[in-house]
């Protein structure tokens, strides 16, 4: 990762990294949803993608975590 990122930065592209690893290309608004997560949710959402095989998953992961936090887009 770039040295110039802030360590939240550096785990979003990380973040983004593995779920386009694992779902192929991200929308553009998946990749904003990733950016507005926190580090705590950053953390989950790595933790969580591992058996995830579509971006529908990905999806249905963000609107629990809107459900459970207002701060998402």
Same mark, same amino acid.
Do not use: C, I, K, N
């Given at each position: 990762?770039?040295? &110039? /990122?802030?360590?939240? *930065?550096?785990?979003?592209?990380?973040?983004?990294?593995?779920l386009t690893?694992? /779902?192929?290309?991200?929308?553009?608004?998946?990749v904003a949803?990733? *950016?507005? /997560?926190?580090?705590?949710?950053l953390a989950?959402? *790595?933790?969580? /993608? @591992?058996? &995830?095989?579509?971006?529908?998953?990905?999806? @249905? &992961?963000?609107?629990? *975590?809107?459900?459970?936090?207002?701060?998402?887009?």
């Open positions: 990762m770039q040295s &110039w /990122l802030t360590p939240q *930065q550096q785990r979003q592209a990380l973040t983004v990294e593995q690893t694992h /779902l192929a290309a991200l929308s553009p608004q998946s949803a990733v *950016q507005a /997560l926190s580090v705590e949710q989950a959402l *790595q933790a969580a /993608l @591992a058996g &995830w095989t579509d971006e529908s998953a990905f999806a @249905a &992961w963000l609107q629990a *975590q809107a459900e459970t936090d207002d701060s998402l887009p």
